[in-house]
């Protein structure tokens, strides 16, 4: 009786947040904006819910061992069926009692942080859908489910980014990110597909069982690099980790549980439940371990050279990320966990501790009589001035990797979806028909913007003229 409560309990993990969110939302339908305390009130219950779930699904591991629960299937089509199973094993246990934990306190913190900002209520929707997400993706006990808290956390990642939407870089930020999350998701997409013709299943016991029949076969390495590749997007890995600094035009709150404490992991997470997948391949090891290392030395150099706080503890981030991923691929799954946890509880205080970063390190000078930038300029003393010189302009500039990646890849992309679309509007005009309205429309020119980014230029004054008549002969 007591076990099938305590599933039923840790079951219920991500629905409270996700309740909330809903009651929150048909408060706003009688357009009637509801007050602040009420909105606190009911995020607070729905996280704390939340949090005593996820103690009884740790509590259902301490004394009953790993958990498969099964509750049915969605639907069934054919020989495909969509099963809602929940796997809490020590991973989910420790990952959704975290996760619970972090969300807790960021309410606890919004709520006075973000009092009188007319994104209150927003801003508490879509730290529910967060945390429904998450925990949805540490207890999810196959690939589609998983892919379900995996798209919920990318949705309101993008969204939270874009909160200050009133000033243009927020926005452009946002679709940074978005564009990233979407291109590399393709992969977790592919890894589904991928063992469904393997394996039969994306049930993760199901497939840790049937692993050892299938070892050293082609499609073993295929997943594994797919898998790689959409927890490369997720944790801001090189060569797609270019969005994380640009993540920081959130609220601080936002950016201490995303991009420093749980969202940012959500890659390593994916590494630690798939490890058995990625066991299969040597060379998806060797490409983690590449790929971490990498990332570990940009970010870490990237980080010595930021102006501001929150993009110097960004870079740290993912150059600490990266460590993870090097963990994993040598095997030290343990490690990689520890160092999960206790790299998520530092970022996510440090994260909340930027906007006194400048009080911080007078204190300590003052205390100490040397601070941390005056150790690091010693250090670098032992390095010749000209490398010293090349490596300052390198890390200034991230090492010129999205430039690279625009040349390399999104101009060649862009180039041939503009040659298909004159080739279908030539096709179309064989064929006596007109092409539709949008299509064949040149895309605006992209100027670069103060950060390095890409942005629409502005239009000329006969272009708007010629759009909208002259200003004389406008009533």
């Keep these: 009786m007591l076990p099938d409560l305590l599933s039923a309990g840790f079951a219920l993990a991500p629905v409270w947040p996700a309740l909330g969110a809903i009651v929150i939302a048909l408060l706003l339908l009688p357009r009637a904006r509801p007050s602040e305390r009420l909105v606190a009130r009911i995020t607070t219950v729905a996280v704390w819910l939340s949090l005593l779930s996820a103690a009884c699904g740790l509590a259902l591991h301490l004394s009953h061992g790993p958990v498969d629960y099964r509750l049915g299937n969605w639907y069934d089509a ?21 996760v619970a934990l972090m969300v807790v306190t960021t309410v606890r ?112 390495l295929a997943i594994g690099l797919a898998l790689v590749f959409a927890a490369m997007g997720k944790s801001a890995q090189f060569p797609v980790g270019g969005w994380l600094p640009r993540a920081m035009e959130g609220p601080t709150a936002s950016s201490a549980v995303f991009y420093g404490s749980l969202s940012v992991h959500a890659g390593v997470f994916l590494l630690l439940r798939a490890a058995p997948l990625l066991e299969q391949s040597l060379t998806t090891r060797v490409v983690l371990i590449v790929v971490g290392l990498t990332t570990a030395v940009i970010a870490a150099l990237s980080s010595q050279v930021s102006a501001d706080a929150k993009s110097a503890v960004a870079h740290a981030t993912a150059s600490q990320v990266g460590l993870m991923f090097v963990e994993c691929g040598l095997g030290f799954y343990t490690l990689a966990t520890v160092h999960l946890i206790a790299h998520a509880t530092l970022r996510y205080y440090q994260f909340l501790r930027t906007p006194t970063a400048l009080h911080d390190a007078l204190w300590q000078q003052a205390a100490l009589g040397r601070t941390d930038s005056d150790e690091a300029a010693a250090r670098w003393e032992g390095v010749a001035l000209v490398r010293r010189r090349a490596l300052y302009r390198l890390a200034l500039e991230r090492f010129a990797v999205e430039p690279a990646l625009d040349r390399l890849v999104t101009r060649p992309i862009m180039n041939l979806s503009r040659l298909l679309d004159r080739l279908e509007n030539g096709l179309l005009a064989l064929h006596g028909r007109q092409p539709e309205a949008g ?37």
Excluded: K
């Excluded at 069926?81 to 420790?94: C, Q, R």
């Excluded at 895309?443 to 002259?470: F, K, Q």
């Design 109 to 220: 913190f919004s709520t006075t942080y973000l009092h009188r900002e007319p994104g209150f209520v927003r801003f508490f929707v879509l730290t529910l859908f967060f945390a429904a997400g998450m925990q949805l993706l540490v207890l999810a006990g196959s690939v589609e489910l998983l892919f379900i808290g995996w798209e919920f956390v990318g949705l309101s990642s993008v969204l939270l980014v874009a909160f200050f939407h009133e000033r243009a870089m927020p926005v452009q930020a946002a679709l940074r990110v978005l564009v990233t999350y979407r291109v590399c998701d393709i992969g977790l997409l592919l890894g589904a597909v991928g063992l469904h013709h393997w394996l039969g299943t994306t049930v993760w016991v199901d497939i840790f069982a049937r692993l050892p029949g299938h070892a050293g076969a082609a499609a073993g």
């Design 439 to 475: 299509t064949g429309a040149p895309l605006p020119v992209m100027a670069p913007d103060l950060n390095g980014d890409r942005a629409p230029a502005r239009p000329a004054l006969s272009d708007l003229r010629a759009d909208h008549g002259a200003p004389e002969a406008r009533t």
């Design 78 to 98: 054919a020989e495909y069926s969509f099963p809602l199973v929940m796997l809490f094993d020590g991973l989910a246990a420790v990952m959704s009692a975290f």
